[in-house]
């Protein structure tokens, strides 16, 4: 598992870097663009710049369907559609997705079982992939993915899933997801700890 200074003592740690070493300063710029090479879903519309912060090479983005805020970095793209929120950076090589979960849908009973279920489903159906889940100290969950492989990607990928649930409702959850190339691993694990810091659910 991708571990070292980014995931020390259970907590997910940006290790000094911020979203300026991820972005590049078009002043939110990129926001406003379409690209046809990504497809959406059938109710896909832009997402919603809430503050573009140039200093910190960021933009927070409302994904309106799922109620949740996430600070990217500038020079990225998003869109949305009825069911999930959707990031990138320029070159694609950076993918975020962001969902909401419920738990009971899917078959399990919270957070936990979620995580552990998913990582053993997802290896079951792809042998070459080595996936892990542990139990963060703020009781999130991360799941690290090795060795994925996805068409047109010219190595394979690291894809980090954080699962975060309802404090209110142990049925219902969000999952953040970040795909980045294998060795990008530890740089993707430290703009985790960056995204995750910086996500705002609405339950």
Sequence with gaps: MVAG??????KLDPGGLTFRDFSSNDNGASYGRGDPMI???????SSKVVAVEGANGLARVQFSSL???VALPLGWQATEDWERGVAYSSDKRYRVLVWRVDFAYEGVKDAEHYAATKAGS???RRP???AEARK???G????VYDNVKAQGDAEARVVFDLVTQNPSDPKQGILLTLG???SDAVRGLKLMALLKQNMRINW
Excluded: K
């Design 180 to 182: 980045v190339p294998a």
């Design 140 to 143: 999130t969950f991360l799941i």
């Design 67 to 69: 109620r949740v805020e």
């Design 39 to 45: 497809a959406g879903g059938p109710n896909q519309v």
């Design 5 to 10: 200074p980014a995931l020390a003592d259970d």
């Design 136 to 138: 963060l100290g703020d």
């Design 122 to 124: 997802i290896q079951a």
């Design 128 to 130: 070459a992939v080595h």
